[in-house]
């Protein structure tokens, strides 16, 4: 097999293709007995049935994996804004701090 099947809707930057003893993992070559090789072949494929019916997968126009995305998104541009915002601050308060001790007559 290569990769997880993309007609769900899902891709793998690091597909697996099994070749006799040898687990090909897009990354390296692994070399495993070969009844190893099966059982996770196995238990990928398990997993994959188990997505398709936990609906993980596209379905009819419904990407529940974009959803989680855009929640993401939004969570982290929230959190960048709100860590610029202290640093701005910190900033700010350092330079007033150095203007007072440096500027102004004690």
Known sequence: ???IN???GVSSNYPLSLQGS???T???NLKLP???VRQIESYREAMLQYLRLTKHFKIR????WATINNIVDNIVVDLVEDVCDEIINSCD???DNVY???FLPA
């Open 100 to 102: 007072l001790s440096e």
């Open 22 to 24: 040898c687990l090909k």
């Open 26 to 28: 897009g990354l390296a």
């Open 61 to 64: 126009g419904f990407d529940p």
């Open 6 to 8: 993309a007609e769900y």
């Open 34 to 36: 070969g009844q190893k």
């Open 1 to 3: 097999s290569s990769g």
């Open 93 to 95: 308060g350092i330079a």
